[in-house]
């Protein structure tokens, strides 16, 4: 026995070498917050704080669920079951299983939902929010209580949506999460306009809000384009009427491209809409709510706006009081990294505040909390202390360059544009992935990387500083209408990619001696095992040129921070990580809205209604690459930029 | 006790209990020896019981499991002072299922006039040298949702004065049942008996005298077995259990259970024990560990031999 104990002891020991050998040690990207989130401009009351509004609860359901104790015996409301065959399907031994575990099959689905609703005399916004997959057993509905108790304070109805009985190891199902929630608004609807019911002339139908998260992200962004059809898309003999009027879409963390009508995304048009994920998500591992953003459009000239949040730190769970910090069930801790997680109160402060200005601003119309959108530094002492970069895009916006259209790089996506560039040693369009490499976004971006130093033994010696220009005819910019109210768009993420010094400008006054030896290279310098990550931080100019050559410049970190990639590491093992992931981090481009009344007052000789060129001038950083995309102007973002910036 | 694990209990006593209450004295004789001995530690640790496991020894136990078994493995075992064994094994995959070698042997020392022996004669010194041999080729593919398996094998004892060969089939079935259980069967040794002349072994001496040679038997043993899996919290929950029936003579009982715990992707760490009906030689119970890391496993068994001593097995495992 002395040998299996001796063994069993080098086992341990072995084990536990073996085990820290792998474990990759914590990393993160220094945080910036204390600086970036040291203002609040907005003076608005904080929306991740409770209103005024006492809270009421109440559930309504079929009344029969044999599960749901609360569904069955407490429903204030009873609902008639739905039949969602034509959008759920499954294995016929597996629906077999399903209907003994839940007592009803896809053809019965019950209307279940527990409701936070403000005590008063209404109409109220009626928001719905639908929890993502998970054990349907570990039910996933109460876990956005926090918010219902919030959003009801403040004059919501917020419904959360039963959907646990489609959870499990279903695939191909949003669309019939989505139509659920659109039968749910039927009910409401019903509800609103029955003499007798709790709910009678309490709802605001006027203005309604979905919510969903992880593939009830994705449902959401299906319900807001099912709303408006007639027919299932899947199948034209399933008619639509719904017709809501559905105007904000929070999704969060969502999947995307798991249900594809007609074998596209779907389409999603004319509806505010936000989506949030963060960096550190164990379970969609990648921004796939960039791509829902890329793709949403305004056509119908109202003011429509949309946001794309990535929060560093932030997990999958943690906005779900049940989900918790495992992301892929219990045992993932077991290959998730949790020790760079926000903690859970941080993380759903983050989603009071968002969700909460989100709503106000969409339902109840409250502008005053539109500046978040566009510069999340104008509300740092509502935010949790982490770092963000956001997207964002208003009605208004006019594409000038998003490198979609052709591959041709000197035009840009409207007749009229002309684009250009100086010194730079990458300048390239191509499309951008997601982070697990194999996923686009569907967009293309433009890669600028620039040296400022010339080759050569002196070190100090910089050239002109590279440029990149986007030129505008004199046609395009009277159409476009650029005043002082005007703004103008980029969206940029810097990489980590540093291209070499620049060839020396050629000597045109010597003579070419053609028996002389080509330049021959100096030796090559033997390269650092590992050269130093550059932290210096990115920075660069931004021109705006008038008709007459009057030039405006403001530095592009006034509007915003332009950070070097953010750090991920989701999983505990190094080689796991590595393998997984081509890239230790996610591009994510933060947008930057710049007035031009801003660049006016700083060059007061520079006439805003006579813009001809945006140009990037990489004078702020000797070397470096970004990844810049939609570049456009727009008229109508002022209530986004009122404050200014911090 | 939670549901799982109730189930767990319920479904290894289901089968262990027949077999328990029918355990008789083995008869026999029985030959090569390496066909009652044990053959890879993780399955050694659960009792000897490997019908319905998914390691690639399992070709030692059950063809049909070679549809699911994958890797390669190697492992040693010292019954005594005077008697050690190894066995290697390989599946890959192949057509809907998977293939596989193996290979057992045993070197022991055993009297000149005494053949052939038992699990326990083997442990002793003896002035003479033996040793006994198996390879085996299997294959295991799915038909009809059914696994199934056949194995050929070549067997040899090698003793002074005493070269017995033979070949032997395998064939087994199995088949996952009511979630995560796998049931399965597997008939083994399927061949001819030998006959060993009466002037090399003291045994015929028991025997009338007009016999000038004595049957020894390959020991068919026909085996059902179950095992599952399941996690219970941290951990991760192995039971198997079996009963086996050696030719019509005699029948018994194995079984075992086997309790993970992994602290990060990849690194797992086992502690098992088991229980069996004795052969000659053997005590009723084993135990061992294992530890995991990614593809290569490190196992470790124990297992009570008569006399109060201890076979110890150890072994390498990549999946």
């Known amino acids: 026995m002395a040998f299996s104990s001796l063994l069993t002891r080098r086992m341990l020991a072995a084990s536990i070498v073996a085990g820290a050998a792998c474990t990759q040690p914590l990393k993160l990207t220094k945080d910036d917050s204390p600086v970036v989130l040291s203002h609040q401009l907005i003076s608005a009351s904080n929306p991740g704080e409770k209103g005024t509004f006492a809270v009421k609860t109440l559930y309504y359901g079929s009344g029969t669920d044999k599960r749901r104790a609360i569904f069955k015996d407490s429903v204030t409301i009873k609902t008639k079951t739905v039949d969602a065959s034509p959008f759920v399907s499954m294995e016929p031994p597996v629906a077999k299983a399903r209907e003994k575990d839940w007592g009803f099959g896809v053809s019965k689905f019950p209307i279940n939902g527990r409701v936070w609703y403000p005590v008063g005399d209404g109409p109220f916004p009626l928001v719905l929010i639908v929890h993502g997959n998970h054990d349907p057993l570990d039910y996933s509905d109460p876990g956005y209580g926090y918010l219902g108790e919030l959003l009801a304070s403040r004059g919501f109805i917020l419904v959360s949506v039963d959907e646990n009985f489609i959870n499990g190891g279903l695939r191909g199902e949003s669309d019939g999460r989505a139509w659920l929630l659109l039968k749910h608004l039927e009910d409401w609807k019903r509800w609103n306009d029955s003499t007798g019911n709790p709910f009678y002339h309490k709802v605001d139908m006027n203005n309604i809000g979905i919510m969903g998260h992880s593939r009830g992200g994705e449902a959401v962004g299906i319900a807001a384009s099912f709303n408006r059809l007639s027919h299932y898309p899947d199948d034209a003999n399933v008619k639509f009427n719904f017709n809501f009027n ?46 829902t953003f890329q793709r949403i ?77 566009r510069d999340h530094r104008v509300a740092g002492a509502w935010l949790p202390k982490t770092m963000y970069i956001t997207r964002f895009q208003e009605a208004g916006y006019k594409p000038l360059a998003t490198f979609d259209e052709d591959v041709d790089v000197t035009t ?24 697990n490499g194999n996923d686009p976004l569907n967009t293309n971006a433009v890669t600028l990387g620039w040296n400022s130093h010339i080759r050569g033994d002196d070190t100090t010696k910089l050239g002109r500083p590279a440029s990149y220009t986007v030129t505008l005819s004199d046609s395009l910019a009277g159409a476009l209408s650029v005043g002082h109210e005007s703004s103008s768009y980029l969206s940029l993420a810097p990489t980590d990619a540093k291209p070499g010094p620049r060839a020396p400008a050629r000597d045109t006054t010597k003579k070419a001696d053609s028996t002389k030896k080509a330049d021959t290279k100096p030796p090559a310098k033997k390269p650092d095992a590992k050269p130093a990550k550059d932290t210096t931080p990115v920075d660069l100019t931004v021109e705006l040129v008038d008709a007459a050559g009057h030039t405006a410049r403001l530095p592009l970190s006034r509007f915003g921070v332009p950070r070097r990639p953010l750090e991920i590491h989701i999983l505990r093992r190094r080689d796991e990580e590595q393998q997984r992931y081509p890239t230790q981090f996610e591009v994510v481009l933060q947008t930057y809205v710049m007035p031009v009344d801003e660049f006016a007052r700083a060059a007061p000789s520079f006439d805003p209604t006579h813009l001809r060129s945006i140009r990037l001038v990489f004078d702020r950083l000797v070397a470096g690459t970004v990844i810049v995309d939609d570049i456009g102007v727009s008229s109508t973002a002022r209530p986004f930029v009122a404050l200014g910036e911090p | 006790m939670n549901a799982p694990l109730r189930a767990l209990f319920r479904a290894s006593a289901l089968t262990l209990l027949p077999g328990l209450l029918a355990a008789q004295a083995a008869g026999g004789p029985y030959a090569p020896i390496v066909l009652l001995l044990p053959s890879g530690p993780r399955t050694l640790a659960l009792g000897n019981t490997g019908v319905a496991g ?66 326990g004669s083997m442990l002793d010194p003896a002035p003479g040298n033996g040793t006994s041999l198996e390879a085996t080729v299997g294959v295991g593919q799915v038909i009809k949702g059914v696994r199934v398996g056949l194995a050929g094998k070549y067997v040899e004892d090698n003793v002074p004065a005493i070269r017995v060969s033979r070949g032997a089939v395998d064939v087994g079935v199995s088949k996952d049942f009511f979630g995560p259980y796998t049931f399965a069967l597997a008939v083994q040794n399927i061949g001819a008996s030998t006959d060993v002349p ?78 069996r009906s004795t052969l000659s030689g053997e005590a009723a119970f084993t135990a061992g560990a294992g530890f995991t890391m990614d593809r290569l496993s490190i196992d470790y068994a124990a297992e009570a031999l008569t006399g109060s001593r201890w076979g110890q097995r150890i072994g390498l495992r990549v999946r």
């Open chain 1, 246 to 291: 559905i105007k904000a879409v929070f999704a969060i963390a969502p999947v995307d491209g798991q249900y594809k009508p007609a074998g596209v995304f779907t389409p999603i048009e004319n509806v505010n809409y936000m989506v949030i994920h963060g960096s550190h998500d164990g379970d969609v591992s990648s921004f796939n709510g960039l791509r």
């Open chain 1, 297 to 373: 459009k305004f056509t119908d000239g109202k003011p429509w706006f949309k946001a794309a949040w990535y929060v560093y730190r932030a997990n999958h769970g943690q906005w779900n009081t049940v989900w918790g910090n495992k992301d892929n069930g219990p045992r993932s801790g077991r290959y998730l990294d949790l020790r760079g997680l926000i903690t859970p109160d941080e993380q759903r402060q983050f989603s009071r505040v968002m969700i909460g200005a989100f709503l106000e601003a969409t339902l109840h119309g409250k502008s005053e909390y539109l500046p978040i959108f």
């Open chain 1, 412 to 435: 840009g996506s409207v007749p009229g544009v002309t684009i250009s560039a100086d010194s730079l040693s990458t300048w390239k369009e191509n499309p951008l992935v997601l982070r």
């Open chain 2, 54 to 119: 998914r390691d690639d020894d399992v070709i030692f136990f059950n063809p049909a499991q070679l549809v699911i078994a994958r890797g390669f493995s190697g492992s040693i075992e010292r019954y005594s002072a005077t008697s050690a064994g190894g066995a290697l094994s390989a599946v890959t995959r192949f057509n809907t299922g998977g293939i596989a070698i193996g290979m057992r042997m045993a070197d022991y020392e055993t009297p000149t006039t005494t053949y052939p022996l038992t699990r």
């Open chain 2, 198 to 275: 009466c002037a090399n072994t003291r045994t015929c001496n028991t025997l009338p005298p007009a016999n000038s040679t004595m049957p020894v038997y390959l020991p068919l043993r026909t085996t059902l077995g179950v095992q599952t899996q399941r996690p219970v919290k941290q951990i991760d929950l192995m039971a198997t259990a079996a009963v086996f029936m050696l030719r019509a003579d005699w029948v018994g009982a194995s079984g075992g259970v086997e309790a993970g715990y992994s602290w990060l992707d990849g690194y797992n760490v086992a502690l098992r024990a088991g229980a």
